[in-house]
């Protein structure tokens, strides 16, 4: 390959690292808006 | 005699018994509690001892005057640890009131040398008594609500 | 001080000690009873940046402020292992999710989605209300006790509901009173 194919692999690397990254950061995050149920 | 913590960072720290040049002061150690400073942090990193308020003959001016160096030794527990890595260091600190809003960032501490009580929390432009202050650590210094801006 | 805030707002913040000023875990699930209209706890997120879920959460009564920067507690020892925490804490509902559940009246017409929760916080968490993503689009606001029923699905209301949706949160405060009065509640 020459250094475009190179340069081009790279990008695309980070990007799936970084979008990786923050779809895992999300899901431990977690978090919602939770109602008690009701005691009657 | 006033001192602040601003201006006493890096002074010189000597032996009263043997006349030598021990290290710079790198943080003071507060307990907050107390409103008082506990220990003084000599140098940085791994090779930081500490020296209890106790055992210094006089926070002068031009020096801190250890007893003797024997008195100087490494931390001994975690929030010591943390001291003498620096991440007590309350000016810097981020002030929160008790009721969990901010009220600025400490810029300087003052405390009484001869004593090491301290005195004034300096916020901004805002010196605040330090009979405010509750608590601190690694991630705020937490002050009564007295110190709320009114609504 | 009394603040309104959003749980969004709360989520995500950093709790912290008043005795130690560290900050110990930070807001993951922000837990209401819609019967009562108060907060009942929060669970927590250890902190730091990849940091999960903490076993430990934080009920109502051992919070000692909510602010727009920190939940204060007294120390660490005010965070509850889920055995010895109120239930509803320990093992939140988490199918009972309101966001995004649907807002329907009692006579069939949606109002909209519920996009947060109104809480007037300070020394204790008292429910104002639920900020709704409109159906015709924008947002709005609905006063507490609104709800007939709550599911993870859908938020029952009377019909006169649909009088009191305020665009801005200060029309919120205002049409709480009103509001509870034309129910009859006290």
């Given at each position: 390959?020459?250094?475009?194919?190179?340069?081009?692999?790279?990008?695309?690397?980070?990007?799936?690292?970084?979008?990786a990254f923050v779809v895992i950061r999300r899901r431990r995050r977690g978090g919602g808006v939770i109602a008690t149920k009701d005691k009657g | 005699m006033s001192e602040s913590f601003q201006r006493s960072a890096g002074r010189k720290v000597m032996s009263r018994s043997s006349a030598k040049e021990l290290g710079a002061v790198s943080h003071l150690l507060v307990d907050a509690q107390q409103r008082q400073i506990a220990a003084v942090v000599i140098g940085r990193g791994k090779k930081a001892q500490l020296v209890e308020w106790a055992q210094l003959s006089g926070f002068g001016p031009d020096a801190v005057m250890v007893v003797d160096e024997g008195a100087l030794r490494p931390p001994a527990d975690d929030r010591e640890r943390a001291a003498a890595e620096g991440r007590l260091e309350l000016v810097g600190k981020r002030a929160l009131s008790e009721r969990g809003n901010e009220l600025g960032k400490l810029d300087d501490v003052t405390f009484d040398a001869d004593t090491g009580a301290l005195e004034d929390l300096l916020i901004g432009d805002r010196r605040v008594h330090a009979g405010s202050l509750l608590g601190s650590g690694s991630y705020a210094a937490v002050l009564d609500e007295s110190q709320e801006p009114s609504p | 001080m009394r603040l309104l805030m959003t749980a969004s707002q709360i989520r995500g913040l950093p709790v912290v000690t008043v005795q130690g000023g560290e900050d110990v875990a930070e807001v993951r699930d922000v837990i209401y009873s819609p019967e009562a209209g108060r907060l009942v706890g929060v669970t927590l997120n250890k902190r730091g940046f990849l940091a999960g879920r903490s076993r430990e959460v934080l009920p109502a009564e051992a919070i000692h402020a909510v602010g727009q920067h920190a939940v204060m507690v007294l120390d660490e020892s005010s965070l509850a292992a889920p055995e010895d925490a109120p239930d509803d804490v320990a093992h939140p509902a988490m199918e009972r999710n309101v966001l995004g559940d649907d807002v329907l009246t009692e006579g069939g017409a949606s109002l909209g989605k519920v996009a947060d929760l109104v809480l007037l916080v300070g020394s204790s968490g008292e429910v104002v209300g639920y900020q709704i993503d409109k159906a015709g689009g924008g947002r709005g606001y609905i006063p507490l006790p609104a709800q007939l029923s709550v599911s993870g699905v859908a938020l029952v209301v009377p019909n006169i509901t649909e009088e009191f949706v305020q665009d801005d949160l200060v029309g919120l405060g205002a049409a709480v009173d009103e509001f509870r009065a034309r129910l009859g509640l006290p």
């Open positions: 390959m020459d250094t475009i194919g190179w340069l081009i692999l790279v990008v695309i690397v980070v990007v799936v690292a970084a979008v | - | -």
